[in-house]
Structures are given as structure tokens and as C-alpha cells.
């Protein structure tokens, strides 16, 4: 699967899978996912505003891999679309800023979870 993030003409940013804008409509899964390139997309977009540098030409393809057998994503390729112009001296810093995404961070490192109901809080006498 892939998924696409651009930055609209106010910087915001905006992920698209199969040519449609993905919203908070979409699938709690594919919204997942496109958390990860969201993830990067901001802090490209960080790097870049801090150096004076326009967004224009720049985008995040995210392609997802997964598991034939599980089904389950593999492993998520990031991948940055920069102009021509964009200088080649920060070449190794926007990967090296784009790898300290919280989102990224977080699935390597995941989070424990625990289910409860509004029933477990109920005490028995």
C-alpha cells in the first residue's frame, strides 16, 4: 500500500491513499498508517521551514509492506521526494530529523495495552 503526503498551499499537511484525501472518516487502521508519513512529513516540514527552505516539490511516499502469511505490516518504507534545488548539504540531516518521529519511535518501542470497561470499575459487595 501506498500512501502519499503533501503540503497544501497553507503548509498544512495532507495525506492521500489511491488519489483520495484521507480523513478522520477513513479506517482507524489506514489512519494508523498514515500517521507514520504524517510523522515524517512534519518533521521534514520542521526542518525545512527552519532553514528558510520551500516546500514546494517536496512529499513523503510511505509504501507499506506486509506479510503474506500474518497479513500484518511488515515493514514501512519512508521515502522523501525533494526538488532539485533543495540544498544537497542536508541531505544526511533531513533523514537524520526525520528519524526522530515520535510516531516512528513509538512502534519500535510499542506501548502496552490494557482493556477495561466501565463495568470493571463497578464494585461488587
Excluded: W
Aim: aromatic share 10%.
Amino acid at each position: 500500500m501506498k500512501i502519499l503526503i503533501k503540503f497544501d498551499e497553507n503548509n498544512q499537511i495532507v495525506p492521500y491513499a489511491k488519489d483520495k484525501k484521507i480523513t478522520i472518516n477513513d479506517s482507524p487502521f489506514l489512519l494508523f498508517l498514515a500517521s507514520a508519513g504524517m510523522c515524517a512529513a512534519y518533521y521534514a516540514r520542521e526542518f525545512i521551514q527552519n532553514r528558510n527552505i520551500s516546500l514546494e516539490g517536496v512529499s513523503i511516499v510511505e509504501t507499506v509492506f506486509y506479510n503474506k502469511e500474518t497479513h500484518m505490516a511488515e515493514n514501512i518504507n519512508i521515502h522523501v521526494e525533494l526538488p532539485e534545488i533543495f540544498p544537497t548539504k542536508y541531505k544526511n540531516a533531513i533523514k537524520s530529523a526525520i528519524s526522530q518521529c515520535t510516531v516512528k519511535r513509538h512502534l519500535g518501542n510499542p506501548p502496552s495495552f490494557e482493556i477495561q470497561t466501565s463495568l470493571d470499575l463497578v464494585m461488587t459487595t
